[in-house]
T-cell receptor, first 112, second 112 residues
């Protein structure tokens, strides 16, 4: 298995632009998590899905952020419009049956 | 997160020395997860602890969860340069969906 796949690995955009981050979970994992990591705030959970259904989105910063999981093999995190304070590394993680979460390599987002 | 405190924030040791990293919770844990992160990369799962008094080992790394399930320690024996990185503990307070709250991390450097 290739593990959790995220794309793009790096994204540089200008303030106001729409950004879409993508995640392909490990096959058979039924929970998917989106995290954001910054120096100031550390690793924060944004939203998680169970069986493609959003369970808890209380970590989503504001309405500019949205996440979808249309099927078991794909999820997106969208920021529209993006702002410089959104610059961070965004991780997708999926959960195995016995509770451990496997993390993807992350997407490093820079908003100018 | 203020719910989860890691100490020390950073650690520099000489190769071959033992070291301990602590993770303290303000409330009872349903599960405690240890991860390692290298700069620019995703998190690598190390160990998961769920039962009070539980102890697990992998190679030269041992993790323990105290009886009250509010504190965990990660111990590395005979450290090597390959152990360098950021160690994060993640706490499951939810008891169900493994929604993890992460500590701020401990940055470890091992000098040869």
């Amino acid at each position: 298995d290739a593990g959790v796949i995220q794309s793009p690995r790096h994204e540089v955009t200008e303030m106001g632009q729409e950004v879409t981050l993508r995640c392909k979970p490990i096959s058979g994992h039924n929970s998917l998590f989106w995290y954001r990591q910054t120096m100031m705030r550390g690793l924060e959970l944004l939203i998680y899905f169970n069986n493609n259904v959003p369970i808890d989105d209380s970590g989503m910063p504001e309405d500019r952020f949205s996440a979808k999981m249309p099927n078991a093999s794909f999820s997106t995190l969208k920021i529209q419009p993006s702002e410089p304070r959104d610059s961070a590394v965004y991780f997708c993680a999926t959960q195995a049956a016995r509770g451990e979460q496997f993390f993807g390599p992350g997407t490093r987002l820079t908003v100018l | 997160s203020q719910e989860l405190e890691q100490s020390p924030q950073s650690l520099i040791v000489q190769e071959g020395k033992n070291l301990t990293i602590n993770c303290t919770s303000s409330k009872t844990l349903y599960g405690l997860y240890w991860y390692k992160q290298k700069y620019g990369e995703g998190l690598i799962f190390l160990m998961m602890l769920q039962k009070g008094g539980e102890e697990k080992s992998h190679e030269k790394i041992t993790a323990k969860l105290d009886e009250k399930k509010q504190q965990s320690s990660l111990h590395i024996t005979a450290s090597q340069p390959s152990h360098a990185g950021i160690y994060l503990c993640g706490a499951d307070f939810s008891g169900g969906y493994n929604k993890l709250i992460f500590g701020a991390g401990t940055r470890l450097a091992v000098h040869p």
